[in-house]
């Protein structure tokens, strides 16, 4: 049963400097930056070894930065978090 993701970040910025949250290769000391969870409004039930295909979208506007998702298989979803509507940051 998929209740929604986890969203982290690892960058290799050049040769050996990296900067990163996810938990098993995270930057020490890193505060600035936050994992977020995105949320599947129903969940999606999966046989092991199954498949999901998920899209992301980072959307802005003039006043703020925000993303949307859904499920496209193997049954597509909604957009979640449509225009920014239950969570985004403002610029």
């Not at 900067?19 to 936050?34: A, H, K, V, Y």
């Not at 006043?63 to 949307?68: D, G, H």
């Not at 496209?72 to 985004?88: L, T």
Request: aromatic share 18%.
């Amino acid at each position: 049963m998929v209740h929604g993701f986890a969203g982290y970040f690892d960058s290799t910025l050049y040769k050996e400097v990296h900067l990163g949250i996810e938990p098993s290769t995270s930057t020490p000391n890193m505060f600035s930056w936050f994992p977020i969870f995105f949320p599947l409004r129903t969940p999606v039930c999966l046989s092991p070894g199954s498949s999901l295909e998920v899209h992301f979208w980072r959307c802005f506007s003039p006043s703020k930065v925000w993303y949307e998702w859904g499920v496209a298989s193997p049954s597509s979803s909604p957009i979640h978090n449509s225009n920014g509507r239950s969570y985004w940051v403002g610029l």
